[in-house]
Structure formats: C-alpha cells, structure tokens
C-alpha cells in the first residue's frame, strides 16, 4: 500500500496544522490524537526494561503459548523476504519478533523489536498502537507515521481478541523497510491474527474440559456442598442444581465473576488472595495447570460434624515408637482435663489425626467434632457469627448444647482485624455450653513466635495455647518411618476394602532413608497411587517414586535449599523487611514467598 500522503503534507501538518486533501482519515485523527499528547522528535519508541519486560511477557504467556506455532510458521516463511512479524500485548509491548533477521536488525535501531513499547501515546501514529486504539486492522506506510524517523518503516496490524469474552488480547504486525516491496501484508496479518484467535479458543476449550475433570477429582471431599466452576471469562463450566438457590448474594457473585477475567494472568495465590472474602459462606479455591490458572472453584459451607477416623486411638498411634509414645501419653493426660490444646507440627504430620484421638479420648467424645477453617474468617463474618445470624452461628450453637469439640484449623492464618472477634466468639461459645466442649487448635507455624512479632493477639494465643503439643517431623524419628507406613498401609487397605501393600527389605531401605518432606500426608498419598498403580501389591524399589531412589538429588536438593534461603534473607534484608518489594526482587508472587518463609522457618518482618 503507497501512503495517500507525502513528505512536504506531512511537514506542513507538523509546521502549521495544515491537513492535506488527500490524508486518510483514520491518520488524521491518530495524527490530532497524538500532535495532542504532545509526541515531538522521537527518534524511536520508548524501550522497557528487563525486568518490566519479563512481567510483561509473563502476563501475557497465554497470548504467546496461543501465537506460538503461528510464529513459528511465520518467521520460517518471513525469512529472507525483507519482513518481520511482531506479536505484542494489547499496550503496544513487543513481545516475540520472527522473520527475516537483517529486517530485525534494523527494527532494533527505532526499538521496533522485544521491549519496545509502540501504542499511540507513546510514539504517535503507527500500525500496532493505531490499531489497539480502534480495535481493527490498519496499515500504516511510510510518511503516514507521526513521528519522522519511523518513515522509513510501512507496518500492517490485526487485534487479537480473546475467544473466552472478547477482551482485546494484543496485536500481530507485519513490518517491513521503504526498500522492500510488499504487497499482502494486511491479508498475511489478519489470517495470523485468525489463527492465533483459532489456536487460543482450542485452548480455551480444553481447559474448560480440564476444569471438569478436576472437580470430579474433587467431588468426594466435596460431598454434598453446593459447587459452582467459573472459567477464566467468569463463565460457568459446572454448577449443582442447588448452588444458586443456597448462595446468599448473589450480588456477591455476579461481582466476583465480573473480576475473574482480569486476574487471570497473575499467579495462583495472587488470584485466591485478591478474591478471598468476595463471596461470604463459600470456600474458594483456583484451579491451575502448573502456575497459569484456568478457572476458580467455589463451593458453599455446609456445617456438618467432621468424621472421627476410627483409628484415631491414642493407644494405637503410641504404639508406633518412642517419640510418638511419649507425645500420646502427655495428649492422654491433657485429653481428660478441661483445657484448650494446641498441636503445631509441619504439614502433614498428622495434627488432625491427634486431635481426632485427643476428641475421643476426652470426655466429650460422645459430641460431635467440628473443625472451624481460620484462614476463611472475616470481621465481618464474626460479626454476624456474634448476632447468630449465620450457619455456623447455628452450628456452634448446637455445639454448646450437645457437647463435642471444636478444632480450629490454621487460627495464626485468622486475620488481624478478626482475631479480636475470634476471642469473643470462643468466649461466647464457652460461657453457652452446658456440658463442655474440648477446645483444640492446629497449626503449622509457630503461633507462640507469632505473637512476640505482633501478628497474633496475645489473649487469644493463651486462649488456645493452654498446652501445646509438638508433632516432631517424620525425618527426625527415623525409627519410626517404617511402623508409620505399616499403619497407613493397614488403615488404607481397611478403609477401601482392598489389599495390604507389601514392602521389599529393599523398598523399606530406600525409604526409611528418605528425608519425607510432605510427612505423613505424603506417605498417605504414596500408598494410595503405589496400591492404584501395582499389579501384585509387592512393592520393590523399582515401584517407588523417583525422588526417593535419588539420595544424590535429595543431597542436591538439600544444597539448592541452602541457596534459596540465602536469597531469600538477602532479598528481605534488602527490602527493608517489605515482602511485598522481596517478591519482587526475587521474582516470585507474595503468596509464594509467605510459603517460602514458613517452610525454611524465616519470621516474617513485623509491619511497621
């Protein structure tokens, strides 16, 4: 396409407005449009840095992975033609560059290239920003451009848009030098445009299947609760029949899904924690592939007794070694008394377990045992707890009459400006029962360390923590590895009705000798897939997982933990004890570094 303009128009526009009889109309307007946001002389557009340019490129990872092959293809057919293609996000920023590599050579010189950022309020009248600004293709030639030294590009642009709901995804530009004779270029860029949009909505397609198959996965611990699936558009995927009829607010909802599209390309605990509270009554929780998320799963509490394994007997567990016998013995003491407990032990130690055993050896054990979720909570909740307008008001209520335990789970996970409300609640609760109820906490991190940094009240610690017990992890009682694994081989085969899984003298070598992150939960979840999995329930070491056949890996691992956490000190240090700019310099969301600092045992930096 030859400009509709020349040289002398485009000077005598710049000098005194002059507008040539013969301009496009689309360019005048971007030409007024950017003569307005006062772009003069730019010999090039504006560059990101690394660093902006990575968190760019990351946000967009769903538009790349979907133009993939299309570039591919592209650059191969591009190469040696004088042309390139360029992929940016719907702000303008190249993100991937194919095609010939003298073209993109000479694209660096005017930062028409990865980083550079080419909407119209940044460098004025051209293609890629022209197009985003109109939502449909255009081509730009020569002196039609705003600024002068980009008169020596022509550039043809297609908007891609999301297939999930329509949102203007970015663009795909085809570029080319004066000197080079092009004369398909809008024609090669729509259909780019077309197969990407065609590649995205397959994608998209396959991650609603995928979301479908994950709530079936987790549609037995789910029991009965109402369940609603939202894809990355908000959309439904699945929804039980009686999900609409129960949920309390349904303004609530309609705003939380009008929120997801927006959120969807940051990391997964980001999404939960800017979501968290948007719809009281419900769990939520977003389901990912990897660290892309693809959808949110929310599901509306029924308060119900939590079932009290019937291997949850105090004797049984003590009989599994020394250390466990000693713990046993002090919770069958403290089982008899009227005093709250807390049980701190790393993630999957069994805590649950222990409070169970602790429930039914107390007096109490004929009640129901109830778990509360603290991570879930908010003031507002608790105040409407408080009036007893709630479900779990109800159930609390009951509670206090019939008598049982209450089990709160992750109390140091309760918001600040909610733990105050957790007191009065628990005391309005004890001052209503009539026969008592056995008041246990759990806990992962140490609650005690919290409260000296200021993050968790003190009259509520010493209201939960009127005894602790501390369940040592699996890699310090060693001798306990293999009797533990015969009880949860044993407890496995009653509960499914199956085979008890047997171990080779090998097999149990390799993994009494494994340091069990994941504790007792990963020892369960081994059982489960190695009975899913053999065909004879012998299992040798060939059968076991990777991870515990590798000591020179888990050697490796032990030194690569070392340098993470290293890292991670110096990053804290280095931010003054702001997590938030800590993530940042490490290149990870805040959620994962809270997780990282649990794990390694790093207090989190009292806010100021």
Avoid at 402 to 426: F, H, V, Y
Avoid at 474 to 494: D, G, K, T, Y
Avoid at 545 to 572: W, Y
Wanted: glycine content about 8%; overall charge neutral.
């Amino acid at each position: 396409m030859v400009a509709s303009i020349t040289k002398r128009d485009w000077e005598e526009f710049m000098a005194v407005g002059r507008v040539p009889l013969s301009v496009r109309e689309l360019v005048l307007q971007s030409w007024q449009r950017s003569a307005g946001n006062g772009i003069t002389g730019l010999k090039s557009a504006p560059k990101l840095g690394d660093s902006e340019l990575m968190a760019r490129r990351r946000e967009a990872r769903r538009l790349r992975h979907g133009a993939r092959t299309a570039l591919q293809k592209a650059g191969y057919l591009l190469n040696h033609t004088g042309n390139m293609l360029l992929l940016c996000n719907d702000r303008g920023v190249v993100l991937d560059v194919a095609g010939d590599e003298a073209t993109q050579a000479r694209g660096r010189e005017n930062h028409l290239h990865v980083g550079g950022r080419w909407n119209e309020s940044s460098i004025g009248t051209n293609a890629i920003g022209t197009a985003i600004h109109l939502r449909r293709p255009m081509q730009v030639s020569s002196v039609e451009h705003f600024c002068e030294e980009i008169h020596r590009w022509n550039c043809a642009a297609t908007p891609i848009t999301d297939p999930a709901d329509g949102r203007l995804l970015g663009v795909v530009d085809i570029s080319w030098p004066n000197d080079v004779e092009q004369m398909n270029a809008a024609a090669l860029s729509a259909t780019l445009a077309l197969q990407i949009e065609a590649d995205l909505g397959r994608n998209y397609a396959m991650e609603r299947e995928k979301l479908v198959e994950r709530l079936h996965m987790r549609r037995p611990r789910l029991g009965s609760d109402p369940v609603l699936v939202l894809d990355r558009a908000g959309r439904d995927v699945f929804a039980t029949e009686d999900f609409r009829r129960l949920c309390d607010d349904n303004d609530a909802l309609d705003s939380l899904r009008a929120r997801i599209p927006d959120l969807m390309g940051r990391m997964p605990g980001d999404i939960a924690e800017a979501l968290s509270g948007s719809l009281p009554g419900a769990d939520l929780e977003v389901i990912a592939e990897g660290e892309d998320a693809v959808g949110v799963m929310l599901s509306l509490r029924r308060r119900r007794p939590v079932p009290v394994s019937h291997g949850a007997d105090l004797d049984k567990i003590g009989s599994i070694g020394p250390v466990t016998f000693e713990l046993c013995g002090r919770a069958q003491r403290l089982a008899g008394v009227h005093i709250p407990i807390l049980i701190e032990g790393e993630t999957g130690t069994g805590k649950t377990f222990l409070a169970q055993a602790i429930h039914r050896a107390s007096p109490q054990a004929g009640g129901s045992f109830e778990m509360l979720d603290c991570s879930t909570l908010t003031a507002q909740a608790l105040r409407e707890d408080l009036a007893r307008e709630t479900r779990r008001s109800a159930m609390l209520e009951q509670l206090a009459e019939s008598g049982g335990a209450l089990c709160l789970d992750r109390p140091g996970a309760t918001p600040p400006e909610a733990q105050k409300l957790l007191l009065s609640l628990l005391e309005q609760v004890s001052a209503r029962a009539r026969t008592g109820i056995k008041l246990l906490s759990l806990s992962s991190t140490p609650l005690y360390e919290a409260m000296q940094e200021g993050r968790f009240r003190g009259d509520l610690y010493y209201r939960l923590a009127g005894a602790r017990l501390v369940i040592p992890p699996l890699r310090e009682r060693r001798q306990e590895i293999v009797p533990s694994l015969n009880m949860i081989a044993a407890r496995h085969a009653r509960t499914t009705g199956g085979r008890e899984l047997r171990f080779t003298s090998g097999a149990l070598g390799v993994l009494a000798a494994y340091r069990w992150p994941g504790n007792l939960l990963e020892m369960s979840n081994m059982v489960a897939a190695l009975d899913a999995l053999s065909p004879s329930g012998l299992i040798d070491e060939r059968n076991l997982p990777p991870e515990m056949l590798n000591q020179s890996a888990n050697r490796e691992d032990h030194t690569l933990r070392g340098s993470e956490k290293a890292e991670i000190l110096e990053a804290v240090e280095l931010s003054g004890g702001n997590l938030t700019e800590a993530a940042r310099r490490l290149g990870i969301a805040r959620s994962t570094l809270y997780l990282k600092l649990d794990s390694y045992g790093i207090a989190r930096p009292r806010r100021s």
